[in-house]
């Protein structure tokens, strides 16, 4: 190939591998990515190398576990001397954007270095700040339910309105077609990190009501999502609650596989498709109540850590192939660099490795650090809640496994192993049953884990200022 190809990166946010039609989900949330995927390879076992945004993506664009790159709940921030695949990319002539629809992926992460141009929302960053939102339009307070409620009705009567009701993937999409449109000659390198389903799960109502199966009125309830309380053990979720947030949370991959239709269509018709690596994939799954876990934080349990993983390419990969290889998505940018002759600095250091010319992965890895920093800060706002309600999830988790078995190891030692070819849901842990098989894979993390350069950190970080503090808790992280 003479020409090097586009590279289209699509990162989602809170995207459940077993809630796509595409991997035999009941319900028909993903018919765009169904039909893109009769063109692509689409793999069943891609786990992420961590279960939260931040460090997920910075394995994405660095090809490197956290302990490595160092982006982690006690330290929100990429160095500037841990290489990035924009960096690499744009070294060779790629032109380079980032578009974000979460504050974890911004200039003051460290996570939009080596990107020519920033979008946030649609808009481009000039600067070291987001641009505020909208102010409300309403001239006495109003509730969030009694907000939406008004704007459904107005809805009513002008639907293509209500469809930009989003976490940003209208605005993204169109920010994305007038970049390639003006971004010149050059091969482009784009990521995009779409913020739909994350909770709150609440999409345009046309989808919301796709399959929500509650009445007009409840839906309103569910904008309110208390996981902080459920975690404390003050709030409890009835099954019935549970699966009204399941409905509503598909309604949102639905949505999302709308605009990404859309997407794809325009690149067809631009005449760009073929000549453009589509990688789609999410940073980290959703808890929908198994094991008693909701949101994303704790655990990292496969709901949570097993994403899906779709390429397009089919210079590089065999198109309408279902691959049942085990794959990390620390190893995408290592496949890019064997696809693009980049040399892999880290190739021989047991980080991510490329599977190009297929996988030869025995085991994927994640890890979760301790967790107490993103309670703190949870503990800001709800002066409620004492720290100690919290206490039995101070603990780091780092988990291998197999096609066949898992083991999650725990720093407070209540380990776990699970037979995931009888058990999948991962409900018995046979830990003490199988205790010489889990003191077996027990050693194959000890030895992973001791051939890893940690990261020392080598500058300060800047903090969040007030206004994304504010936008961060909308999103239930502060």
Known sequence: MQKKPNILFISVDSLRADHMSLYGYKKETTPNLCRLAETSVFFDQAISAAAWTGASVSSMLTGLYPVSHGFTNARYYLDDDIPTLAERLSGIGYSTAIFSNNLYITD?????????????????????????????????????????????????????AGLKRDDGAEATNHSIRQHILNQGEHPFFLFVHYQEPHSIYFPP???????????????????????????????QFSQKEINAYTELYDGEIAYLD????????????????????????????????????????????????????????????????????????VDLAPTIYEGLNIP???????????????????????QYDNPERMVDRWLVRRKD??????????????????????????????????????????????????????????????????????????????????ETWEKMKALGYA
């Open 108 to 160: 003051k992460t460290g996570l939009t270095r080596g990107f020519d141009k920033y979008y946030y929302k649609g808009v481009l960053q000039s600067g070291s700040r987001t641009r505020a939102g909208k102010s409300s339009r309403f001239p006495v307070p109003l509730s969030l339910s009694q907000r939406m409620m008004i704007k459904d009705i107005l809805d009513f009567y002008r639907p293509s």
């Open 344 to 366: 892999w600095d880290y190739k021989n250091e047991n980080q991510g490795q490329s599977f190009l010319n297929e996988s030869t992965r025995e085991a994927a890895f994640c």
């Open 385 to 466: 809640i004492d720290k100690d309600e919290f206490k039995q999830f101070f603990r780091s988790l780092t988990s291998i496994q197999t096609r066949d078995e898992k083991l999650i190891h725990s720093s407070d030692h209540r380990h776990e192993f699970f037979n995931l070819k009888q058990d999948p849901s991962e409900s018995v842990n046979r830990y003490s049953d199988d205790k010489e098989r889990a003191l077996e894979m027990k050693k194959r993390l000890d030895e992973w884990l001791g051939s890893l350069k940690p990261h020392v950190a080598n500058s300060q970080q800047e903090d969040f200022d007030k």
């Open 258 to 329: 709308y605009r990404l239709g859309q997407l794809f269509d325009w690149l067809a018709d631009s005449k760009l498709l073929d000549n453009t690596l589509i990688i789609f994939t999410a940073d980290h799954g959703e808890s929908m109540g198994e094991n008693g876990y909701l949101w994303h934080a704790f655990c990292i349990y496969n709901g949570l850590i097993k994403v899906p993983l779709m390429i397009r390419f089919p210079e590089w990969f065999p198109k309408a192939q279902n691959n049942r290889d085990l794959v990390q998505n």
């Open 205 to 235: 109502l046309p989808y919301r009501r796709r399959y929500f199966s509650g009445s007009w009125f409840s839906q309103y309830k569910y904008l309110d999502f208390d996981h902080i309380g459920f975690f404390a053990g003050r709030k």
